[in-house]
């Protein structure tokens, strides 16, 4: 049973460029949920996906934007990149939220990006 | 003031040793509540939820106390392989984490 799988791990950009993040969630799982985590920092919540469609939204710029697909999976779009977007992004996913079992969330191991 | 807060840390303790990590949340609206572990450059995993009744997995017991929006972790008998960053979360619709307090077990 094939976990979260996130690509790809490492990416290197520069200012001003744009980046596409994929996610595939767990086996059974149709929600999916995007956070970056700083250096040092917890990981802080950009959006979350379920039915196509963007649920809930953290306090992030329109420059990151996402998809999710009829397969459940995922992207994480960011455009006009900055150099503090360099982190750590991570994808979750769960059932959704309200189910049984959809409060905890499983996570792949996540793409370090890198602005220069 | 950020919506969970958790000890600054870090905390180096020996084998062997109990320790105590607590946590606090602002939003009175939250509904579950769990603590995550993170090893150095790699993703959270579920160490456990957090109940009300307080529960406990083997060396591990967490409680929340919703009155005082307060939740703890205890690690009792401590190993080396519990060396990590303990996150705090508190799920009110979509996660909060918090900042993470990093234990590092001793020889």
């Known amino acids: 049973d094939a976990g979260v799988t996130q690509s790809p791990t490492h990416l290197i950009k520069t200012r001003g460029q744009q980046v596409t993040l994929r996610c595939s969630p767990k086996?059974?799982?149709?929600?999916v949920s995007w956070y970056q985590q700083a250096l040092g920092q917890g990981p802080q919540f950009i959006f979350q996906?379920?039915?196509?469609?963007?649920?809930q939204r953290g306090n992030f710029p329109d420059r990151f934007s996402g998809h999710q697909f009829p397969n459940y999976s995922s992207e994480l779009n960011v455009n006009a990149l900055l150099l503090g977007d360099s982190a750590l992004y991570l994808c979750?996913?769960?059932?959704?939220?309200?189910?049984?079992?959809?409060?905890?969330?499983?996570f792949g191991a996540g793409t370090r990006l890198s602005v220069l | 003031r950020k919506e969970v807060e958790q000890d600054p840390g870090p905390f180096n303790v020996p084998e062997g040793a109990t320790v105590a990590f607590n946590c606090t949340y602002s939003?009175?609206?939250?509904?579950?509540f769990f603590w995550y572990r993170q090893d150095c450059r790699k993703e959270p995993k579920l160490l456990m939820s957090?109940?009300?009744s307080g529960n406990e997995d083997g060396r591990f017991t967490a409680q929340l106390n919703r009155a005082s929006q307060y939740i703890s972790l205890l690690i009792r008998d401590s190993k080396l392989s519990d060396s990590a960053t303990y996150l705090c979360?508190?799920?009110?619709?979509?996660?909060?984490f918090g900042a993470g307090t990093r234990l590092t077990v001793k020889p």
């Open positions: 086996s059974g799982h149709d929600t």
């Open positions: 979750a996913s769960s059932s959704w939220p309200g189910t049984s079992g959809g409060d905890i969330q499983y």
């Open positions: 957090v109940y009300s």
């Open positions: 996906y379920y039915e196509e469609e963007e649920r």
């Open positions: 979360v508190v799920n009110r619709g979509d996660m909060r």
């Open positions: 939003n009175s609206a939250s509904q579950s």
